[in-house]
């Protein structure tokens, strides 16, 4: 079955810096676009950023644009996504997703908490 | 941008009735449409996509229709395990979710 495996979220001050990780298992991770949702607590889901399975093509929301940066490394089957500039309004679970048009898999998440 | 809107916010039904949820597109997306249902404390999981095409494991009744810029969700016979948020997608944007709680 496949797996998705987020890490690397935590508190952090506003301004600060964070890198997400999620290792990937049980697919082909290089043949599958990839794929990060977001959701603030008690909130809906928000799509952030989306890779194509080369990594030659990144996707992102308006609300991250130019603070945030997604990168997949396709030898470690890891999906990546550099948080810079963080603010408290980016406070949310993160989860990462296989697909783009339609997100068949989901990873746990991890919490990232932007607080001073 | 689509914006997608469903309704009812929530949605309260006693075990064993019939759930039917709404998803309204702010313009045609002809099928292209998923529904997740998330429990508290967990990750999404993909139900339908395409509208009406359900998802490996997904049991029969939970069907999906429509096309265009209305979708309906509909869950046959309400099981405990079924009590959770459900929410509609087309490609980028999602809806903002309905509870479905006991009544």
């Known amino acids: 079955e496949v797996q998705l495996l987020e890490s690397g979220g935590g508190l952090v001050q506003p301004g600060g810096s964070l890198r997400l990780s999620c290792a990937a298992s049980e697919f082909t991770f290089d043949n599958y676009v990839m794929s990060w949702v977001r959701q603030a607590p008690g909130k809906g889901l928000e799509w952030v950023s989306t890779?194509?399975?080369?990594?030659?093509?990144?996707y992102y929301a308006d609300s991250v644009k130019g603070r945030f940066t997604i990168s997949r490394d396709n030898s470690k089957n890891t999906l990546y996504m550099q948080m810079n500039s963080l603010r408290a309004e980016d406070t949310a679970v993160y989860y990462c997703?296989?697909?783009?048009?339609?997100?068949?898999?989901w990873g746990q998440g991890t919490l990232v908490a932007v607080s001073s | 941008e689509i914006v997608m809107t469903q309704s009812p916010a929530t949605l309260s039904v006693s075990p064993g009735e019939r759930a039917t949820l709404s998803c309204r597109a702010s313009?045609?997306?002809?099928?292209?449409l998923a529904w997740y249902q998330q429990k508290p404390g967990q990750a999404p999981r993909l139900l339908i996509y395409?509208?009406?095409t359900r998802a490996t494991g997904i049991p029969a009744r939970f069907s999906g229709s429509g096309s265009g810029t209305e979708f309906t969700l509909t869950i046959s016979s309400l099981q405990s395990e079924d009590f959770a948020v459900y929410y509609c997608q087309h490609f980028r944007s999602f809806g903002q979710g309905t509870k479905v709680e006991i009544k």
């Open positions: 395409g509208a009406s």
């Open positions: 890779i194509s399975g080369s990594g030659s093509g990144t």
């Open positions: 313009q045609s997306i002809n099928s292209n």
């Open positions: 997703a296989r697909g783009d048009y339609t997100f068949d898999w």
